[in-house]
């Protein structure tokens, strides 16, 4: 059996790595601006093989509004098009021979409304991973062999502490990126 260390560190490492997931979730969410993230779960066919658009091309940011994608090889560069038109981002490549532009539009109320509703439930969803994760842990201490009552009810405190916090990083992950959807 675990000791109440051992416990608090695993919850923490996995909480952690939930909140993580939350970032990147976020991350391919449109916002206001042009930012690389949004492509970062894109795959390209590229001879043969899929692989992250990341790995085939650089993806840069000249203004607010604009993508440029610059592939290392000219033969990756329909691929990559084709790969941004059928993703469900809903962008328009533009192929300049060497380059793919993509214009950003503005956001409309709507769009904006969507997005965060899609924020929403990422944030949802790590709470509840958050939440599973205390439950194992609560399960973890009261197994604790050689232990006290009171020893089990200080482990079970100390879980809960480590939770809400967890639980307060989500909604400040959620509101920073709300707040930068809507600008």
Request: a neutral charge; aromatic letters at 4%.
């Amino acid at each position: 059996m675990a000791d109440l260390k051992t416990i608090q560190s695993d919850t923490r490492e996995r909480m952690t790595k939930a909140i993580e997931a939350l970032e990147n979730n976020l991350s391919v969410l449109r916002t206001g601006r042009a930012n690389p993230g949004i492509l970062k779960k894109i795959v390209v066919d590229y001879y043969g093989s899929t692989v992250p658009i990341d790995q085939v091309a650089s993806i840069s940011t000249p203004d607010a509004r604009t993508l440029v994608i610059a592939p290392w090889d000219r033969g990756a560069l329909n691929p990559i098009e084709k790969a941004i038109r059928d993703s469900d981002l809903g962008l328009n490549p533009n192929n300049k021979g060497d380059t793919i532009f993509i214009s950003l539009p503005m956001l409309t109320e709507e769009r904006r409304k969507d997005l965060v509703k899609n924020a929403k439930n990422y944030a949802e969803d790590a709470r509840i991973a958050v939440r599973n994760l205390r439950k194992h842990a609560l399960d973890e201490v009261k197994k604790m062999e050689g232990v006290g009552d009171d020893e089990i009810k200080r482990g079970e405190a100390e879980v809960q502490k480590i939770t809400d916090e967890y639980i307060a990083r989500v909604d400040s992950t959620f509101t920073k990126k709300e707040q930068e959807i809507l600008g």
